[in-house]
């Protein structure tokens, strides 16, 4: 599996971009650092990030970020209470917040349509990547041989400790969950977040070699991204975006 997020040191680009989106020439992505903060709930304070890529006010969508599984066309009524956007126009930048929480980026690039979904463990339990797929699917027509998928920083298995019935909520969920999740000698279980979602995504049809990870523990990496369990709850958010061009 290819990794590909790339981190723009003090080039124009505030923060990473995804070539293995960028270079089919149909989106322009990235996903911003620590420079330029980005406060949870606060939208103008992404428009630093956003002008930095050449993306404007009057292109951005938002979505709620409930930590559920709905998926909406973006600039929808129900986009409040969704954790997912999607899109076949070209110039809406679909925009969603992390500190922690796995990023997945979508292009159908058959047929020429974005989305991007929010996946904390909630939303990976709930199977929102592939609740995507499907949205995409009766949206758009997607196919998801068709499809590439980027999967960006957020808390890797080094650090994302939880307690059993959490873990036993994964080992439920998904067939393959002995292969994501370790016990721990504490009694706990360590989760990788990432894989799950990858794992998920190619039982509905993604191939493996079109799936990008970023493999960036955020919570290893305070010094370029942010981490809500590292940092004690911090308001402070990252965004990610994608938009066609
Ligand atoms: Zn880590």
């Known amino acids: 599996m290819k990794n590909n997020f790339i981190l723009n040191k003090g080039e124009k680009v505030w923060g990473y971009t995804i070539p293995s989106l960028d270079e089919t020439g149909i989106v322009k992505t990235g996903f911003s650092t620590r ?19 050449d993306i404007y006010p009057e292109e951005i969508v938002f979505c709620g970020q409930v930590h559920g599984d709905k998926v909406v066309m973006a600039g929808s009524e129900s986009t409040v209470d969704a954790d997912g956007l999607m899109t076949d126009r070209p110039g809406i930048a679909l925009v969603t917040f992390y500190a922690d929480c796995v990023p997945l980026y979508f292009l159908d690039v058959k047929n020429k349509a974005i989305a991007v979904s929010h996946a904390g463990w909630k939303g990976t339990v709930a199977h929102i990547g592939a609740n995507t797929l499907q949205a995409m699917h009766k949206a758009y027509g997607t196919d998801p041989r068709e499809c590439i998928v980027a999967i960006g920083p957020s808390i890797g298995k080094c650090c994302f400790e939880v307690d059993p019935p959490v873990a036993r909520k ?19 279980y360590h989760i990788d977040l990432a894989e799950a979602n990858a ?3 190619e ?29 004690g709850g911090t308001p402070k ?7 066609l061009v």
């Not at 079109?210 to 942010?226: E, L, P, R």
Request: hydrophobic share 35%.
């Open 35 to 53: 420079v330029g903060a980005v406060d949870k709930g606060d939208r103008k304070s992404t428009l630093n990030f956003c002008h930095s890529m």
């Open 170 to 188: 994964f080992g439920r969920a998904f067939e393959f969950g002995s292969d994501i999740l370790e016990h721990r000698d504490n009694g706990k």
């Open 199 to 201: 794992r998920d995504l």
């Open 203 to 231: 039982g509905q049809g993604i191939l493996r070699r079109n799936i990008y990870k970023a493999n960036i523990c955020t919570s290893c990496n305070t010094d370029i991204v942010y981490s809500y369990r590292r940092e």
């Open 237 to 243: 958010r990252m965004a990610a975006i994608i938009m």
